[in-house]
């Protein structure tokens, strides 16, 4: 299994930025997935989860409202649609799997995932 989440970059607050994750190993209709945030100095955060067949997601409640987690599994890849930006936002974001064959849990910290993407940084100017 090998996560590349790509998307990043600089925006001004109340700006968009979508976020994708690919797996370039199994297929994603394997995996309950998550995306992760951690700002400098502090720990790895929960953002967002989707369950394995994409109908339950689950949200920290900083992005509630905000974020928009979905997945397409004919093409490998889950997305983190993220509006209303905020300086508070800034952080390298994760993606994460979960090996596991439940089709419509989702999962909200870090221990339960096995499998981790490189990290993609989202920076937020006021």
């Known amino acids: 299994v090998q996560l590349q989440a790509s998307g990043g970059g600089l925006v001004q607050a109340g700006g968009s930025l979508t976020l994708s994750c690919a797996n370039s190993?199994?297929?994603?209709?394997?995996?309950?997935m998550g995306w992760f945030r951690q700002a400098p100095g502090k720990e790895r955060e929960f953002v967002a989860a989707?369950?394995?067949?994409?109908?339950?997601?689950f949200y920290a409640d900083s992005v509630k409202g905000r974020f928009t987690v979905s997945r397409d599994n004919a093409k490998n890849t889950v997305y983190l649609q993220m509006n209303s930006l905020k300086p508070e936002d800034t952080a390298v974001y994760y993606c994460a799997g979960r090996n596991s064959a439940a089709r419509v849990a989702v999962y909200d910290t870090a221990a339960q995932y096995n499998y981790w993407g490189q990290g993609t940084q989202v920076t937020v100017s006021s």
């Open positions: 190993g199994r297929t994603f209709s394997t995996y309950p």
């Open positions: 989707i369950s394995l067949i994409g109908g339950s997601t």
